[in-house]
């Protein structure tokens, strides 16, 4: 058990809104990741951070935005949803090796 | 660029039968390859992880895999199927030499275990 966790698990809401996913660790790993999960996909890298403050970007950033103000929270935003953005949404931490694991995921409608 | 390819998106077996799972790659540098399970609903578990220690690796639940660098190969095998075993699997690259240690993940296999 990584120690990670994700809040919301379920959220319906509708397009235009914005919305905010976190993920939270426990066990102070400097990398954090966002993926999402659609089918036919597997899971696509949205946003990633190396430390406090420190992010890049995903193959699939547009439309999301991501902020890490403490080392064991990383928060994806939605500025504006839409129905695209429908989907599961994986955060996951990186461990001294490469090995990431992953929090229980946030499922999210667009409607 | 770093990509994997599993080659089969559904997979049937009989319970006590053998699992054969497929996956190649492609990676510019010397990769880490990974297999990952995820039941119905929930979320992932690393099921194991080769990282140029040795080409078989051992995992969880009776999974291994071979890494075959001249096939670019890292097949998933189980001798026998359980009924447990039915979700969908994942393989996973990642490049040594990519400072994000992002992953590249393949479309997936589902594995349907028959009674």
């Known amino acids: 058990d990584a120690g990670i966790t994700q809040s919301p698990r379920h959220k319906v809401t509708e397009t235009g809104t914005p919305v905010t996913l976190r993920c939270h660790q426990t066990?102070?790993?400097?990398?954090m990741y966002w993926y999402r999960q659609d089918p036919g996909h597997g899971l696509r890298l949205i946003h990633y951070s190396y430390g406090v403050k420190d992010t890049d970007k995903g193959e699939v950033s547009d439309g999301y935005s991501v902020s890490r103000s403490k080392t064991e929270d990383f928060l994806l935003t939605l500025e504006s949803a839409t129905s695209s953005q429908t989907s599961v949404y994986f955060c996951?931490?990186?461990?001294?090796?490469?090995?990431?694991?992953f929090g229980p995921g946030t499922r999210l409608t667009v409607l | 660029a770093q990509s994997v390819t599993q080659l089969d998106s559904h997979v049937s077996v009989s319970e006590g039968t053998p699992v054969l799972l497929r996956c190649n790659y492609s990676s510019s540098y010397s990769p880490s390859l990974f297999w990952y399970v995820q039941h119905p609903n929930k979320g992932l578990q690393l099921l194991l992880k080769?990282?140029?220690?040795?080409?078989l690796v051992k995992g969880i639940n009776g999974f291994e895999a071979e890494f075959k660098k001249s096939e670019t190969s890292f097949h998933l095998t189980k001798p026998s199927a359980h009924m447990s075993d039915a979700a969908e699997y994942f393989c996973?690259?990642?490049?040594?030499?990519?400072?994000?240690?992002?992953?590249?993940f393949g479309s997936g296999t589902r594995l349907l275990v028959r009674p």
């Open positions: 066990e102070n790993h400097r990398y």
């Open positions: 996973v690259v990642s490049d040594l030499g990519d400072s994000s240690y992002k992953l590249i």
């Open positions: 080769y990282t140029s220690a040795a080409t």
């Open positions: 996951a931490i990186k461990e001294d090796t490469d090995t990431q694991y």
